[in-house]
């Protein structure tokens, strides 16, 4: 009997228990290194959700069977970006199944992660990278989702459920009780439309400090590339700022408005009302977890107050 490449994977907390075992993984990324003649060692990637190795000048990703719709939506999200951005994005070499796993072999993008360097780097060049960042959006936004993202669920319905469970959500997580008392009060002070919208498009929707690359050029740094389109969909464009902001713009005024400029949002509108939308959107938004983003904000105050730490985190006056 053939020894099985890859390990039966019951439920998410299986797999989790599972993921960091390299030993595990690193029989199929070999059969595979060898079945598409791929030149290189393998390497362990940024551990995120799935199995990731870069070989020589490509990576490898893998998906257990509990996330394949992940990788379906991964694969047409590269499908719709290819080609159509002013930076490199990855490219679809080989697609296949091995043992019900989906895996894709995609080509490498150069470039370091701009969370590794950002907050190294001198104001004038965090300027132009909130610049570029913030056109590069931009683009996104107008690429033509295909069939099998605009598919993926309709936003409105989308929101009405975050909205129906954040409490949930945050709880789940481990928020202070003082703050989750806090919250719907918070929320329900927005009508639930500011949220949605009758024109969705193409978003990423996890636009962190992992998902762009850098580069040091002669005279600054450059945006470099966009990579991880598993939890692209069509959306608001609003819950796409909300990642890029906390990761790399919070408490950072200038910067802020540096992007919420070029993204186009107006002058006049760049006030502490903004400011609460954008704790809002972070909130609601799938991958939040305020314990993570702003704690050491949040154990400052003297009682739970979600419109002064919008204030704080997200200035804009």
């Known amino acids: 009997m053939t020894t ?77 970006i290819q080609d159509k951005l002013e930076v490199p994005t990855p490219k679809i070499l080989f697609q296949g199944e091995l043992e019900g796993w989906r895996y894709i072999i995609v080509s490498h993008v150069e470039g370091e992660r701009i969370g590794d360097v950002f907050d190294d780097i001198k104001l004038e060049d965090q300027l132009s990278l909130a610049d570029q960042i913030a056109s590069i959006t931009k683009s996104i936004h107008r690429i033509e989702a295909n069939k099998v993202i605009s598919d993926r669920g309709d936003w409105n319905s989308f929101i009405q459920a975050r909205l129906a469970g954040f409490l949930e959500c945050h709880q789940s997580k481990n928020l202070h009780s003082n703050w989750l008392s806090e919250m719907p009060d918070f929320i329900n002070q927005f009508d639930e439309t500011e949220f949605m919208t009758d024109s969705p498009v193409f978003i990423h929707a996890d636009l962190t400090w992992d998902h762009f690359l850098v580069q040091k050029v002669h005279g600054g740094w450059k945006l470099a590339g966009v990579i991880d389109f598993a939890d692209c969909r069509i959306g608001h464009p609003e819950y796409e700022m909300i990642t890029t902001v906390v990761f790399l713009f919070k408490k950072n005024p200038v910067l802020l408005k540096k992007y919420f400029e ?56």
């Open 262 to 317: 070029v993204m186009g949002i107006p002058k006049k509108e760049m006030n502490d009302r903004l400011s609460e939308k954008l704790l809002a959107w972070t909130i609601l938004h799938t991958f939040s977890n305020l314990n993570n983003y702003f704690s050491k904000e949040m154990s400052q105050m003297v009682k739970p107050n979600y419109s002064a730490l919008a204030k704080l985190v997200f200035p804009l006056n």
């Open 4 to 80: 099985p490449l890859l390990p039966k994977v019951k439920d998410p907390e299986h797999y989790n228990q599972l993921f960091s075992q390299d030993s595990l993984w690193e029989p199929a990324v070999h059969h595979l290194i060898r079945s598409r003649d791929l030149q290189g060692s393998p390497v362990r990637g940024i551990r995120g959700s799935h199995i990731v190795y870069r070989v020589g000048s490509v990576w490898i990703k893998l998906m257990a069977p509990i996330f394949e719709k992940d990788m379906a939506f991964e694969i047409a999200g590269l499908e719709c």
